[in-house]
C-alpha cells in the first residue's frame, strides 16, 4: 500500500524558509521518481518539482531557485525546502509518487504579513 504523509507547513512571512517532508511508505523509494506539487488557492494543482533517482532535479520556472528537492533514503523521507517565500508560494504542497495514483493529505503553507 502505498502511502505519502506530507508535513512541515505553516504560517511564515514573506522571506522566511521553510522545509517540508513527505514519509513515503509502500514502494522502493530509492527507485522512485519524486515530485512535490502544489494547489495555490483558486488554481489546479501544479507541478513544482521532480527528483530523479540519480539525484538529479528540476523545478518550475517560476520558483526562480528558491526551492530544492532531496530524500533521505535512510528515513524514507522526500523533502521540500523553501527559501525566501513569497506570498503566491502559499498553498497546499504534495508529494507524489509519479507512476502512481495516490497522493498524500498535502501540507498547507501560508506566507503573508
Known amino acids: 500500500q502505498v502511502q505519502l504523509a506530507e508535513s512541515g507547513g505553516g504560517l511564515v512571512q514573506p522571506g522566511a524558509s521553510l522545509t517540508l517532508s513527505c514519509a513515503v511508505s509502500g514502494f522502493p523509494f530509492s527507485d522512485e521518481i519524486m515530485t512535490w506539487h502544489r494547489q495555490i488557492p483558486g488554481q489546479a494543482r501544479e507541478w513544482v518539482a521532480t527528483?530523479?533517482?540519480?539525484?538529479?532535479?528540476i523545478y518550475t520556472a517560476s520558483l526562480q531557485g528558491r526551492f530544492t528537492v532531496s530524500r533521505d533514503e535512510a528515513k524514507n523521507t522526500l523533502y521540500l525546502q523553501m527559501n525566501n517565500l513569497k506570498t503566491e508560494d502559499t498553498a497546499v504542497y504534495y508529494c507524489?509518487?509519479?507512476?502512481?495514483?495516490?497522493w498524500g493529505q498535502g501540507t498547507l503553507v501560508i506566507v503573508s504579513l
Open positions: 527528483l530523479w533517482p540519480g539525484g538529479a532535479t
Open positions: 507524489h509518487r509519479t507512476k502512481s495514483p495516490t
